[in-house]
């Protein structure tokens, strides 16, 4: 008779509604939303604009407490900003203008007093060569493209090493071609590090690339329709009938009066391409 092993979720969304307020009045911008994220897996949370995602999203940063509900974090529950918690927001114009591409990276390092300076250093190079960018740690962030600054965001952010990292449509500013390339090279990078991923994005196919796992959210306010396990699927995936079956059966979920909530659904057999990553255990 076999022995059941003990697993814990990293990150766990308990019945969490969110509000913030306008001029005018108080907006609900999620209702009771639960999902559970696993070490190593690639959640995305996808839903059409006004959905709360964003807001949910900077919520599990610690930046927004919640309403109603909790979120838990390695078994702690979140009240405050934290570097266990680290974003990479849309605009990539947050780099110090007057600060080299490395001392950039370098500088939450500093800042939050994890490193003295010359491991710093050293850490800093160590991601910004994982980014591709050995060649340019002392070139200013006025002389680099968007999508060079997006790779310096996201060496600055793995650099500190955070238990979850938080993406809120980080590439979405970006041409079509750049964008592909960086969800390519994200792909990758999480290949060598399998660091913890929360991806935001409005895009259906960019969560079926670059997600394992994503969780479907209704219009405003945004309650749970689904989630679909989405490991099947990468970037040669996108003209396959199952990709596009896929993405068809997620459009309908999130836009069709009267779509039903479904549990998790486990796609057809992985890619060959997709290196091995976890899966959600499904009953």
């Not at 060079?148 to 079509?176: N, S, W, Y």
């Not at 596009?244 to 998790?264: D, K, S």
Request: contains cysteine; aromatic residues 6%.
């Amino acid at each position: 008779m076999g022995t059941e092993t003990s697993f814990q979720p990293l990150l766990q969304v308990q019945k969490v509604t969110l509000e913030y307020q306008t001029a005018q009045h108080i907006v609900r911008a999620t209702h009771q939303v639960s999902f559970e994220v696993d070490p190593g897996d690639r959640f995305v949370l996808l839903g059409p604009s006004g959905c709360g995602k964003s807001t949910l999203l900077k919520s599990v940063a610690g930046f927004i407490r919640p309403r109603e509900g909790q979120i838990v974090l390695d078994g702690q529950v979140v009240e405050d900003p934290g570097p266990d918690r680290v974003v990479v927001f849309q605009e990539f114009d947050q780099l110090l203008p007057w600060k080299t591409v490395k001392q950039n990276v370098m500088f939450s390092l500093l800042a939050s007093r994890t490193l003295g300076k010359r491991e710093a250093e050293q850490r800093a190079l160590h991601y910004l060569d994982k980014v591709g960018l050995s060649k340019f740690v002392d070139a200013y962030p006025h002389t680099l493209s968007g999508g060079m600054k997006a790779r310096v965001a996201i060496a600055r952010a793995l650099a500190m090493q955070p238990k979850i990292l938080l993406m809120d449509e980080p590439f979405a500013a970006l041409d079509a071609l750049t964008r592909r390339k960086m969800q390519e090279e994200l792909l990758h990078l999480w290949g060598e590090v399998k660091f913890t991923l929360l991806f935001v994005t409005h895009s259906i196919e960019e969560a079926l690339v670059v997600g394992n796992r994503i969780l479907l959210l209704s219009p405003h306010p945004g309650r749970v329709r689904a989630e679909i396990n989405s490991h099947a699927f990468d970037l040669h995936s996108q003209q396959g009938p199952a990709f596009q079956q896929t993405a068809r059966r997620i459009h309908r979920l999130l836009f069709e009066e009267g779509a039903v909530e479904v549990p998790a659904v486990a796609e057809e057999e992985p890619a060959a391409s997709v290196p091995s990553q976890p899966q959600k255990r499904i009953a």
